[in-house]
């Protein structure tokens, strides 16, 4: 199961950031947001690093769990 697409949704959504937000605090396009969110890819190491402390989360929580 892919709990990161569904919990950075998520964190996403409750921080109140569109995709496009999150975007920009990442240095990054929209659409590797969007393609995150559905499962199609995921970040490498740094950036989910970086995620993580966006919303104060450890990875394993993002990766393993469903938040």
Request: charged share 35%; glycine share 4%.
């Amino acid at each position: 199961m892919n709990f990161f697409a569904e919990n950075l949704k998520t964190l996403r959504k409750e921080a109140g950031l569109l995709q496009r937000e999150l975007a920009e605090k990442l240095d990054l396009t929209k659409n590797a947001i969007s393609g995150w969110e559905v499962g199609r890819n995921q970040p490498d190491y740094d950036t989910l690093l970086r995620i993580c402390d966006i919303f104060d989360v450890s990875a394993d929580e993002i990766l393993r769990t469903k938040l």
